[in-house]
């Protein structure tokens, strides 16, 4: 492996330990407050999902298209949220910092879209903005479907619906900015579409054609 891969490589498995540590640590406390009323059990059997997602995926592409270099690169920015996330609770910082909530809900979509579009690049190379509507478009779809999961989990169980309605839109909003804001920057960093090469055998015909007049 290169540097660079070497360095992804252990960003990814640092993500991934230190997931499996704060959920642990998380369970072994749930009557703190900053845990209490979080769903932390919740969390604790869906989070580490996260961590052997892009795993599968590559196994299951690896074995219909032979040999693939693994993408530790997607790996870590796929982790990457959901520690955050935990992190934050483990730190009280959702219940001392009032920008906290925001940050997150900015960050972890930047970081969830920049993981589909770090993805994405390996591919067939694409027109920039159609690059970063996709990243942008995956994002939001995502954040959407988060909010609905949050809504089911949290929401139904309150009675404060004006205040957490008005929470859920400024979330999506926020979660659209960063996957908007990562997908301009994967489009930014993506190599643009090459134009087609001129095919060998006309372009002789057409150099023939001319020396003719």
Wanted: with cysteine; hydrophobic share 55%.
């Amino acid at each position: 492996m290169n540097r660079a891969t070497t360095w992804w490589a252990a960003l990814s498995l640092a993500m991934k330990a230190a997931l499996a540590g704060l959920l642990l640590f998380a369970l072994a406390h749930p009557h703190w407050d900053r845990f209490a009323a979080k769903a932390m059990g919740i969390r604790a059997m869906t989070y580490p999902l996260a961590a052997v997602l892009v795993p599968v995926i590559w196994l299951i592409v690896r074995r219909l298209r032979g040999s693939a270099r693994y993408p530790w690169d997607v790996d870590a920015l796929v982790v990457a949220p959901f520690v955050i996330d935990v992190a934050g609770n483990a730190a009280n910082l959702y219940d001392t910092l009032t920008w906290f909530d925001d940050f997150c809900h900015f960050a972890n979509w930047a970081l969830v879209s920049a993981a589909f579009g770090t993805a994405l690049r390996r591919g067939p190379v694409l027109p920039r903005w159609m690059a970063a509507f996709a990243c942008a478009g995956f994002g939001a779809i995502a954040a959407i479907l988060w909010e609905l999961a949050e809504y089911a989990t949290f929401i139904m169980n309150t009675n404060e619906v004006i205040g957490i309605y008005r929470d859920t839109i400024g979330d999506e909003v926020l979660g659209l900015s960063g996957a908007t804001f990562a997908g301009v920057l994967v489009a930014a960093l993506r190599p643009a579409q090459s134009s087609p090469e001129p095919d060998a055998a006309d372009g002789g015909q057409a150099l023939g054609s001319n020396s003719q007049k």
